[in-house]
Each structure stands twice: as structure tokens, then as C-alpha cells.
């Protein structure tokens, strides 16, 4: 009769699920800092085209809130629907300034985005 050993204890690593071919989760506002550095300077993009291509249709709102509680993304880059700069006050001049600087043209109060916008690729 032959005697079965008990298996050792298995580290942490050895524990975790095996994912196979799927990668791992990514929280959306990973994904949202992400989408926002890949704009390059002289580019904008709106809210909801970031939060689309993030993956996260809908989330405009959670891209406001992710570029208002992070530090060192392009911010001055994201605009409202239509490029009509969302903020108020000084912060508006400060990011009409910062897009002029970087080569930006404004049609009035809006910037051109047919010159512009950064078109994201579908999926």
C-alpha cells in the first residue's frame, strides 16, 4: 500500500486564478489616464470621446473627475462637446492659453476641431 503525500502549501502566486488567454482587469481610471496621454501636443479631444475609447460609452462625467483628481496629464487637451472649453474663470483663460501655445486655433469661444481633433480609432 502506498502512502499519498499532502501537497506543500502553495505560495500566494501559485494561488491566484489562472487566466488563460484573458488579460487582466484594468480599473477605468487606468484606462482613462491612459487614453488622455496618448493626446499629443497641438491635438484635443472631447470628454466622451475619451471615456469611448476607454471603453466606458456614457462616462464623460468620470473623465471630469479623473482629470480633476490627477496630476500631470495633459488636461488643457480635453474639451466639451462641440470644443467649447468646459471650465470657468481663470482656469478657462489658462487653458485657452496653454492650447494656443501649443498651436491650437480657435474659431470664436470654440476651438476648430476639424483642424484639431484627435480621432481615436474605432474597435
Known amino acids: 500500500m502506498t502512502v ?5 502549501n502553495r505560495s500566494a502566486r501559485e494561488r491566484r486564478p489562472k487566466l488563460g488567454n484573458r488579460t487582466p482587469r ?5 484606462r482613462i489616464r491612459a ?21 466606458l460609452p456614457g462616462r464623460s462625467r468620470q473623465v471630469a473627475q479623473v482629470l480633476s483628481r490627477s496630476f500631470g ?3 488643457q487637451r480635453v474639451l466639451g462637446a462641440g470644443g467649447e472649453i468646459k471650465l470657468r ?9 496653454r492650447l494656443e501655445a501649443e498651436g ?3 474659431r470664436g469661444r470654440r476651438v476648430d ?11
Open 4 to 8: 499519498r503525500k499532502k501537497p506543500l
Open 26 to 30: 484594468i480599473s477605468p481610471e487606468s
Open 35 to 55: 487614453t488622455i496621454q496618448k493626446i499629443p501636443r497641438g491635438k484635443v479631444s472631447t470628454y466622451g470621446a475619451i471615456a469611448r475609447d476607454a471603453g
Open 73 to 75: 496629464l495633459p488636461w
Open 89 to 97: 474663470g481663470d482656469s478657462a483663460i489658462e487653458q485657452r492659453l
Open 104 to 106: 491650437v486655433r480657435f
Open 113 to 123: 476641431m476639424k483642424a484639431h481633433e484627435l480621432l481615436f480609432p474605432r474597435r
